[in-house]
């Protein structure tokens, strides 16, 4: 059974940090891209940071760039979020995310875990 468990979240005030574990289990972690998502009341969900299976390489959103750091543990198969310099505006409901396209046989595999609420505090 494939499972993404995030952990971490809840209250910091701004300018405080958080950091957001994704413990995975299910699959082959590290063939695939992990992300973080989040979803803040009434807009829509959009992605906050990735990063790679096998060369690690990442991606923010510019408004999170400089913030917050992405990075994995291929051996406990467990991807983190280190938030900093937290803004009330990165107040949302952060979900993680596991994707792999398998081109040889033209099929992917796209994994959510159930969310943790992140809240900023002005």
């Known amino acids: 059974e494939v499972q993404l468990v995030e952990s971490g979240g809840g209250l910091a005030q701004a300018g405080g940090s958080l950091r957001l574990s994704c413990a995975a289990s299910?699959?082959?972690?590290?063939?695939?891209?992990i992300g973080w998502f989040r979803q803040a009341p009434g807009k829509e969900r959009e992605g906050v940071s990735c990063?790679?299976?096998?060369?690690?390489?990442?991606y923010y959103k510019y408004s999170v760039k400089g913030r917050f750091t992405i990075s994995r543990d291929d051996a406990k198969n467990t991807v983190y979020l280190q938030m900093n310099s937290l803004k009330p505006e990165d107040t949302a409901v952060y979900y993680c995310?596991?994707?792999?396209?398998?081109?040889?046989?033209?099929?992917?595999?796209?994994?959510w875990g159930q969310g943790t609420q992140v809240t900023v505090s002005s």
């Open positions: 995310n596991a994707y792999y396209a398998d081109y040889d046989r033209w099929l992917e595999y796209d994994y």
């Open positions: 990063i790679y299976g096998g060369d690690n390489t990442t």
């Open positions: 299910g699959f082959t972690f590290d063939d695939y891209t």
